[in-house]
């Protein structure tokens, strides 16, 4: 070997160390070390506290424990911590109990307990996750019991047949929720061969595609009852984001199949653009909030997925927009890495404006926390599938560390209260989302393209992995819907 090529073998090895086996270490440890925490002071409860050093049970979930071990069943897997993995298997064996009877928002069961559970059977092959997101998918059917069709958000998964709607003094259905369940129930349909759970969702899309849109935009509240729009709020971030997000994914998971879901997202981005997004007087691109005709320029930490949304969904479009589309996914991404760059953390907050002189930042006190969220870190993982631009890996090691030097405790993580204070206050609480979702796509960030490549598999809203259904496998089972009406 010449010196020019072995100096050329050592540079690429230099650089796979720092880019990819160097981050992996760290987010192995950092998967381990929640993990370890969550076992050590909150086993069994959904998550751990850990400045007090214990669980947090919470009301979302109706009585079902554990949300922290089926949300993390996944990621361990991928990770390769084994050991960690049958812990969290035998648990859901054992301990996991569907029937109890409080009150469970549909949306969260659905993409943290069915998406984990339906995750975990696919990679893994283990039937006790089948007999576990069976039994639970049905627990989950009285939720549509409408007149229209359109669930309640809250459900009692005793097997009692009730349910309500759980916004809006009891009111309306939430976009974001009813709008997020097509992805995981169609695989309940391919895993029961009943089509039942199909015929669900389908039937949300088609009263959907009945209803006036105001400048073709989907508001955020809707009557269950009635079937109407309850007000024109409109949103990308909180109320609104994985409606749009299942769109395109229930394309992509049907192997490119489902024009009218297509159709739909397609649709739905050509209004969001015509009417949301908005350039700042600093050139940030970013998406505003419609409230009746009048925009709202603030932008949540919760919208900025739509980065990595609109990069995926951009080759699918017409030749024409591509271009245009990965452009202004880029230009999003750019302005939820803005957000976190313009903190003294390096962390993003909640909310950030645009008004008033604020460009990318979060001038009300109230809207300062990070919570853990993963929305920015997941657009950066796609942009680097897409593109595989060095920054977005930059990007992401930059949040790797704010989150270890800001929310790294002595007994867990923890979000903070203020990601523009000096001096740190923690909120005692390490969501189940981190362990699905941040540290997954910061883990995926920094892997090669095959390890769970985009062409096979679609992720839920909650970072759960759910293969695509190749188009001749459902005829063969005999209950593919029809994805042309």
Not at 136 to 146: D, I, Q, S, V, W
């Amino acid at each position: 070997m010449t010196l020019t090529r072995l100096q050329q073998s050592q540079a690429s090895l230099n650089y796979t160390y720092f880019t990819e086996i160097l981050p992996h270490v760290f987010l192995f440890q950092m998967m381990k070390f929640a993990w370890d925490n969550y076992k050590r002071y909150a086993w069994g409860e959904n998550e751990l506290r850990p400045l007090s050093r214990n669980g947090n049970d919470g009301r979302t979930f109706g009585g079902l424990r554990g949300a922290s071990i089926v949300d993390s069943l996944d990621t361990l897997y991928i990770m390769g911590l084994g050991e960690e993995y049958q812990e969290a298997k035998e648990w859901v064996e054992n301990n996991l109990n569907l029937n109890v009877g409080g009150e469970a928002s549909l949306f969260e069961v659905n993409i943290r307990y069915v998406g984990g559970l339906l995750s975990a059977y696919y990679l893994t092959g283990e039937e006790v996750f089948k007999r576990k997101v069976v039994e639970l998918g049905r627990n989950l059917l009285p939720a549509f019991n409408t007149p229209t069709g359109i669930p309640h958000g809250v459900v009692i998964l005793a097997g009692m047949g009730w349910a309500r709607a759980r916004t809006h003094g009891g009111r309306s259905s939430v976009l974001a929720e009813f709008g997020t369940l097509h992805l995981e129930f169609v695989h309940l349909s391919e895993l029961t061969n009943d089509s039942i759970y199909t015929e669900k969702v389908m039937n949300i899309r088609k009263h959907l595609n009945q209803l006036d849109k105001p400048r073709g935009l989907y508001p955020n509240a809707l009557n269950p009852v009635s079937g109407n729009w309850e007000q024109h709020y409109v949103s990308i971030g909180a109320l609104g984001d994985s409606f749009y997000e299942y769109l395109i994914k229930s394309y992509l998971m049907s192997d490119r199949t489902d024009e009218v879901a297509k159709r739909m997202y397609y649709a739905a981005l050509e209004a969001i653009e015509n009417n949301l997004v908005q350039r700042s007087p600093g050139g940030l691109i970013y998406v505003a909030e419609w409230r009746g005709g009048i925009l709202d320029h603030r932008m949540g930490h919760l919208a900025c997925f739509s980065g990595g949304m609109i990069g995926i969904g951009a080759e699918h479009g017409s030749p024409e927009t591509r271009q245009h589309q990965l452009d202004l996914a880029a230009n999003i991404t750019h302005t939820c890495h803005e957000s976190y760059r313009r903190t003294p953390t390096k962390l993003g907050p909640e909310v950030f404006r645009f008004d008033d002189g604020a460009e990318a930042t979060a001038p009300r006190v109230n809207e300062r926390h990070y919570i853990l969220r993963p929305e920015v870190v997941e657009s950066y993982m796609y942009m680097w599938r897409l593109t595989h631009d060095p920054k977005y890996r930059e990007w992401g090691w930059e949040a790797l560390e704010a989150l270890e030097r800001h929310c790294r405790l002595a007994t867990g993580y923890s979000g903070i209260i203020d990601v523009y204070g000096h001096i740190i206050q923690h909120d005692n609480l390490q969501q189940s989302f981190f362990l699905a979702e941040t540290l997954k796509y910061l883990y995926l960030l920094f892997s090669d393209d095959d390890l769970l490549p985009l062409k096979d598999w679609v992720f839920n809203t909650e970072a759960h992995p759910l293969p695509v259904i190749p188009r001749n496998c459902s005829q063969e089972r005999g209950h593919r819907p029809n994805w042309t009406h």
